[in-house]
């Protein structure tokens, strides 16, 4: 009885050598999984189904220690660009006026360039060892989608940032100009998303300045779909597409505190439209 009792003993023992080299409850550290991981793969008992679980565990520890690293690298990087004023220093007309002078070309908006924002963010990347690379895919319909990703070198955890947006056409670019222009626009967004950047611009007259690039596409995009002419520009107080050089620019100088008043008459147009038009059918 006594000798059955033993083998049973040394059966259910020998049944679970992952318990017996472990005594006690591990570290939530990867290097205390990767001793427990070298111990068990050493145990000729060992099957392969429990040492499959040990590296799952291991590499989950890993993941979470890479995670915490990014985030920590992130937030070092994000304090000290709380302490950085990036500025708008460039006019959204800055390439068709040094390229085509046109007589009364008006300066509508300026803007931060991606070189103006890389050259704040890439010293801190370089120190936390981060990198944020840029990738691009066409958009069914046209357009295109940018994914930015930041990711911290030594651990390998990453985040990705996605932002689509339909091709530049306006000022008469060409499809290759517009791809690059689109993709210049989102990239900038992109970084400022990643990392909460605000950029600094000037209200000339106190009143909060004029609408930012993505207002200027939305209000565009609602143009091009209420059929409205220059009466709305008139009716905005803006300036004429003569005055201004292009649409896009003439948009552009509707005051940022009419935005929203823009927004909803161009939507109330496209919306008696479509009821005309159904009426019709």
Not at 36 to 63: F, N, T
Not at 109 to 136: C, G, Q, V, W
Not at 205 to 234: R, Y
Request: hydrophobic share 35%.
């Amino acid at each position: 009885m006594e000798k059955q009792a033993g083998l049973t003993l040394e059966t259910e023992q020998s049944e679970r050598p992952v318990e017996r080299l472990l005594p006690a409850p591990p570290s939530d550290s990867p290097s205390t999984a990767l001793v427990l991981i070298e111990k068990v793969a050493l145990d000729p008992r060992v099957d392969v189904e429990k040492l499959e679980r040990v590296i799952a565990m291991y590499e989950r520890l890993k993941a979470k220690e890479a995670e915490l690293a990014y985030n920590a690298a992130k937030g070092r990087i994000l304090k000290k660009l709380a302490r950085i004023k990036i500025v708008k220093n460039r006019s959204v007309l800055y390439e068709i006026e040094n390229g085509k002078p046109q007589k009364g070309t008006y300066e509508a908006f300026k803007y931060a360039p991606l070189e103006e924002i890389d050259k704040h963010l890439r010293p801190l990347l370089a120190k936390e060892d981060m990198d944020l690379s840029y990738s691009d895919e066409p958009r069914e319909g046209g357009g295109i989608l940018i994914r930015g990703r930041l990711k911290h070198l030594p651990g390998g955890h990453y985040e990705d940032s996605l932002m689509p947006a339909p091709l530049d056409t306006s000022g008469g670019k060409s499809t290759v100009q517009g791809v690059g222009s689109t993709n210049s626009f989102l990239r900038r967004y992109v970084a400022c998303n990643i990392f909460n950047i605000v950029v600094v611009g000037n209200d000339d007259d106190g009143s909060g300045g004029t609408i930012d690039e993505t207002q200027t596409k939305i209000i565009l995009e609602l143009i091009k779909k209420a059929k409205v002419g220059p009466k709305f520009l008139k009716y905005m107080k803006a300036h004429s597409v003569e005055e201004a050089g292009s649409l896009e620019a003439a948009v552009a100088t509707i005051a940022a505190r009419d935005y929203r008043k823009a927004i909803s008459t161009l939507e109330e147009h496209i919306g008696k439209a479509e009821a005309g038009h159904a009426n019709v059918s």
